[in-house]
């Protein structure tokens, strides 16, 4: 059995997370249902925290990954600073109690009123991603009589070797300002009065398993960070962005620490506060999604086991040909006694969408009514959940030891229209 998520525990008759039986869980929550475990979330923290012991550093938890309040209370509670690409995630953080002090404004996009809501909570810092922005965040501030603390996102055209749609660090791409133009553009920024040039900041991908390409990517910003300082501009901090990816299925995926020492070493001996901005590190091997086999089909070409989860509780499989583990957490007493043959599966949920599958050629030994989980799926998951099919979203509930804690509960048919009208 699988074990790759941390926490969770395949061992044995009753498949858990931390203390907490899965049959438990589907019992009391029923399903499709996100499942966390706040140890994993908090060991996931810790390791970048020791990674970055007796350095001057600050990790940003990118709030996109996973943006239930509970889990940003976790990581608040650990003194975490949280990454932000909309108004809406600042509210979430505010609410759950984060620091505003600490926050990161990162986007190609940001409107006025983002800038203004971001501004009047006093964040961190402004991750500013073109000319027309600067100008733009210049003239807000100076509405409101206040000076706003940006860095440059700059695009350091290094190859993140990633999935496409995720390498986002290469010159085609539509993140950041391109590497040469970087100076001219802090000479602006120094210019304009409603700015205060705090920083430098570089994003070059996701799911990245080797730390040449991030270290590369740091030793470019580091010579624009010396020529910048020639120039009489001194930042306060270099943000790396996050990236590191996580272990799905059998990736060679380099400890926290192991993608780190290279770009420390790159940092050595600078004065710059460090800043990182991880979001799937931090919680995608710290949730799974919790599903119910409803029925199989057993056709002449191919198996199909059809669950209650589907493409908009879980996207990446449609979106990216994303490979998830899936592992029937029923436990022994399933299926009587006496195991189903073991077959191989296409694992579908019931979208009306020949993409709408969790994974391909499974061999599962599976009964109707078996719970399966859905591994690694605490990134990227339900944040990009949807209501395809009019299908309310699925409830989420957090592990902490032997207790858990509905942390979303699920929504109703009736929430799904509720803002919808007739015509007069
Ligand atoms: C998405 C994103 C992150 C987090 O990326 P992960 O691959 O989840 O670590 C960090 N910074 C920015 C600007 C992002 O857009």
């Not at 990954?65 to 990454?83: K, T």
């Not at 020639?230 to 272990?247: Q, T």
């Amino acid at each position: 059995m699988t074990a790759r998520m941390t926490a969770f525990s395949g061992e044995g008759e009753l498949p858990r997370v931390e203390g907490v039986t899965l049959a438990d869980v589907a019992a009391r929550f029923g399903t499709p249902c996100y499942v966390y475990s706040r140890a994993a979330l908090t060991s996931a923290y810790q390791a970048y925290r020791d990674a970055l012991a007796g350095r001057d550093a600050l990790v940003c938890y990118a709030v996109k990954a996973n943006s239930n309040l509970a889990i940003l209370d976790v990581f608040a509670r650990l003194g975490a600073g949280f990454d932000i690409v909309s108004g809406g995630e600042l509210a979430r953080v505010l609410a759950a109690g984060g620091d505003p002090g600490k926050v990161l404004f990162s986007g190609v996009g940001k409107s006025r009123a983002e800038m203004r809501q971001a501004l009047e909570a006093g964040i961190f810092c402004f991750n500013v991603e073109s000319a027309a922005e600067l100008e733009t965040l210049n003239a807000v501030a100076l509405e409101l009589g206040r000076q706003a603390p940006v860095s440059l996102r700059v695009n350091p055209d290094v190859d993140a070797r990633t999935h496409p749609y995720i390498a986002t660090g290469l010159k085609s791409s539509k993140f950041g300002v391109p590497f040469e133009a970087a100076l001219a553009l802090y000479r602006r920024a120094a210019e304009l009065p409603g700015l205060a040039v705090r920083g430098i900041d570089c994003h070059i991908g996701s799911q990245l398993l080797d730390p040449a390409p991030a270290a590369a990517a740091a030793a470019k910003i580091v010579g624009l960070v010396d020529a910048l300082t020639a120039d009489g501009i001194d930042l306060h901090h270099i943000d790396l962005g996050g990236g590191l990816g996580i272990r799905y299925r059998d990736e060679a995926v380099p400890t926290v620490a192991e993608y780190l020492a290279p770009l420390l070493a790159v940092m050595r001996d600078r004065k710059e506060q460090l800043v990182f901005e991880p979001g799937r590190s931090l919680v995608g091997n710290a949730g799974l999604l919790l599903t119910r086999v409803e029925l199989l089909k057993h056709g002449e070409s191919k198996n199909f086991a059809v669950v209650d989860a589907a493409m908009n509780d879980l996207a990446r499989p449609a979106l990216y040909d994303a490979w998830h583990a899936i592992v029937n957490v029923s436990g022994k007493v399933s299926h009587g006694g006496t195991p189903a043959p073991s077959r191989s599966y296409e694992i579908v949920g019931p979208i009306c969408e020949s993409g709408d599958f969790l994974g391909h050629a499974r061999e599962l030994s599976l009964a109707p009514g078996d719970l399966l989980a859905v591994m690694s799926a605490g990134a990227y998951g339900m944040a990009m959940s949807s209501n395809y099919n009019t299908r309310p979203r699925a409830a989420e509930v957090m592990i902490d030891g032997d207790r858990m804690h509905p942390i979303r509960r699920r929504e109703t048919i009736t929430e799904l229209f509720a803002n919808e009208s007739l015509l007069p």
